[in-house]
């Protein structure tokens, strides 16, 4: 018979299992064209905001998954802090929630991810996808008027990705904690 610690790591690996196996078959639906450009994973709190900035040009797609909890996504071109009151884009779904941003959407990009206060954390996987299939030059010039090369945009600062990876990092380290003392007591 097993223990009551090897019975609840036994729920958590199928409960992680049964999650990689829904991310998985969402890869699937995703078209050819799509290309894409950044996985973000994160955790936050019931009734909190976490912001990210998007720079990169075109027609981008935001596709996230609540991994626990429900995570909703709120996006403007106006303001870099969208919330449920100021954003002209929203998904606000129980499961997976997509926005696709338009290319004349002004850069940068606020994007807004809120915790909804029906569960205490959420985790979530925002993948981003820039969409191949819009022709920003109908002419078929590889430059935009002003002679900037369009391939050398870039979708995040570098110093906003370290700041994201080490944000990340901390979260799983914090995650890992709870888990063991959820275990040992």
């Not at 919330?83 to 940068?108: E, M, N, W």
Request: charged share 20%; proline share 4%.
């Amino acid at each position: 018979m097993a223990t009551p610690w090897q019975r609840a790591l036994l729920m958590l690996l199928a409960s992680q299992a049964v999650v990689l196996a829904q991310v998985a078959e969402d890869d699937n639906d995703v078209p050819e064209e799509w290309l894409l450009l950044h996985v973000v994973h994160g955790q936050i709190g019931a009734g909190n905001y976490s912001y990210l900035r998007l720079n990169h040009e075109g027609r981008i797609i935001l596709r996230m998954q609540s991994l626990s909890g429900d995570a909703d996504l709120y996006v403007s071109d106006s303001t870099l802090h969208p919330s449920f009151d100021d954003y002209k884009l929203q998904s606000a779904t129980c499961g997976q929630d997509s926005v696709a941003i338009p290319a004349h959407f002004q850069r940068p990009v606020g994007i807004g991810i809120y915790g909804h206060p029906s569960h205490q954390e959420s985790d979530f996987e925002m993948k981003v996808y820039y969409d191949r299939t819009v022709d920003q030059y109908p002419l078929g010039d590889a430059y935009s008027s002003d002679g900037a090369d369009t391939g050398q945009k870039h979708a995040y600062a570098p110093e906003e990705a370290s700041q994201e990876e080490e944000s990340v990092l901390w979260t799983i380290v914090i995650s890992i904690l709870k888990l063991v003392l959820e275990i040992l007591f």
